[in-house]
């Protein structure tokens, strides 16, 4: 179960598309199925990775359904977080899958281009105002209409900073950079009064970054990539005049969350993603830099940040679609969200719940600041992961952005290579 910014994205994304046997055609997927019909009939309900921790709550969930709605059945199916993507193909093109399913936003992608995923806005489009805009619309792919999973839960993370490097260097430690220009200017002037001993950023961009940037990272048809732009080149040029003045950490280009959270403990990067679990590790393994730590938003020069999020999928071929529309709502309801986020470091999807005192109110302790201030952020986020960005693309930008930073390709010359090799990978998807 994904309990921070970084271990989310791990398993979030983790997905691999449907093999092209079970690409669909056609702009609409996922029929009409009606929904007008008694809740009644056996269901599966498919989660991911979840029964080990919760058990229980997922076990009451199901017991209050099925009392609420007397004739229902829900059975409960939990797949490990390894090969999670590629049971779901499995079951796609064997005719197997599960009523209710947990799913992503690349997950739900080849599912409702083969025809398979719900779509929502046909299906229960009056319950689209019980959520937050920014969620609702993360299950939506690009050249279909439609809406294919009731958001579930959120995440997201403030960035934390080093208060101490940041006023050894001249800088206001109490006015942390807000958007990229700001951030590239405070990186630098880091790097320069320290002569090279301290970068302020640890990782490559990826392309949530470019997002953040304000690029556009795809066609609105969603037949290609598009973030090889002025404003794309822009980003990765910037990143190479970080990295060439140290001010972008030279093992970037090999680093992992964990790398780069031990550079930021050692205090030899200045600025670092976490979570509340990392604040507890901080006042254990380095109280110094504990004392000095600052909280603030993502870097983001579009006024909005980052969110990863989880949906709830209905199989359009399920043979109960008044039911399994049904439970894929109460498992993701305001009241029920709202107990699952005090189980576990994550957040609802549903409009209001993010105002609950447990997002807004301190109480001193770490876990409730971070917490706090993810909140806040949620309000407004999005998910700039397109749906279609698949694993493979990822590598190959990640690949092309080392070779700009290199130095062995100009930043123009590397995103139009990850480009064409995006979208050659997108062709392939069916």
């Given at each position: 179960m994904p309990t921070s910014r970084r271990t989310f994205a791990a398993v979030?994304?983790?997905?691999?598309?449907?093999?092209?046997?079970?690409?669909?055609?056609?702009?609409?997927?996922?029929?009409?199925?009606?929904?007008?019909?008694?809740?009644?009939?056996?269901?599966?309900?498919?989660?991911?990775n979840l029964r080990a921790n919760f058990k229980d709550y997922f076990e009451g969930v199901i017991a209050d359904f099925e009392k609420k709605h007397p004739g229902t059945h829900v059975k409960w199916v939990d797949q490990p977080a390894e090969g999670y993507a590629d049971k779901i193909s499995a079951d796609a093109a064997g005719g197997t899958l599960p009523d209710v399913v947990n799913v992503s936003p690349d997950l739900v992608a080849p599912l409702a281009k083969?025809?398979?995923?719900?779509?929502?806005?046909?299906?229960?489009?009056?319950?689209?105002?019980?959520y937050l805009a920014g969620a609702w619309a993360s299950h939506r792919i690009p050249g279909m209409t439609g809406t294919y999973a009731f958001?579930?839960?959120?995440?997201?993370?403030?960035?934390f900073y080093n208060k101490s490097l940041f006023k050894k260097a001249g800088l206001d430690p109490n006015t942390p950079p807000k958007t990229y220009d700001e951030l590239f200017a405070d990186a630098l002037e880091?790097?320069?009064?320290?002569?090279?001993?301290?970068?302020?950023?640890?990782?490559?961009?990826?392309?949530?970054?470019?997002?953040?940037y304000g690029v556009e990272l795809m066609n609105k048809q969603g037949t290609a990539f598009t973030f090889n732009d002025a404003k794309g080149v822009q980003l990765l040029a910037k990143y190479?005049?970080?990295?060439?003045?140290?001010?972008?950490?030279?093992?970037?280009?090999?680093?992992?969350?964990?790398?780069?959270?031990?550079?930021f403990l050692t205090e030899a990067v200045a600025m670092n993603p976490?979570?509340?679990?990392?604040?507890?590790?901080?006042?254990?393994?380095?109280?110094?830099l504990y004392k000095n730590i600052g909280i603030t938003d993502q870097i983001t020069s579009t006024?909005?940040?980052?969110?990863?999020?989880?949906?709830?999928?209905?199989?359009?071929?399920?043979?109960?679609?008044?039911?399994?529309v049904a439970f894929a709502h109460w498992v993701t309801d305001a009241e029920h969200q709202m107990s699952f986020a005090k189980k576990v470091a994550i957040f609802p999807s549903t409009a209001g719940s993010l105002d609950d005192p447990y997002f807004t109110k301190e109480d001193g302790t770490d876990e409730t600041r971070v917490r706090i201030a993810a909140a806040k952020s949620l309000k407004n986020a999005v998910n700039y992961t397109p749906v279609l960005f698949s694993e493979q693309m990822k590598t190959a930008l990640r690949n092309e952005v080392a070779r700009a930073l290199q130095g062995k390709e100009s930043p123009k010359t590397a995103l139009d290579n990850a480009v064409k090799a995006c979208n050659t990978l997108l062709q392939q998807q069916g």
């Open positions: 979030a994304v983790s997905a691999f598309l449907l093999p092209l046997s079970a690409c669909g055609s056609g702009s609409d997927g996922g029929g009409s199925g009606d929904t007008s019909g008694k809740i009644e009939g056996d269901i599966t309900f498919q989660t991911w083969a025809g398979l995923a719900l779509d929502l806005d046909k299906t229960a489009g009056k319950y689209k105002k019980e958001p579930w839960y959120l995440n997201t993370g403030p960035l880091l790097a320069k009064k320290s002569n090279g001993k301290v970068a302020t950023l640890a990782n490559v961009p990826t392309i949530e970054d470019f997002g953040r190479k005049e970080l990295y060439d003045a140290k001010a972008l950490d030279p093992q970037a280009l090999t680093a992992t969350p964990e790398s780069s959270g031990k550079k976490g979570s509340a679990l990392d604040l507890g590790n901080f006042k254990k393994q380095a109280p110094n006024g909005h940040v980052n969110m990863y999020v989880m949906g709830v999928m209905v199989n359009s071929r399920t043979k109960h679609t008044a039911a399994s």
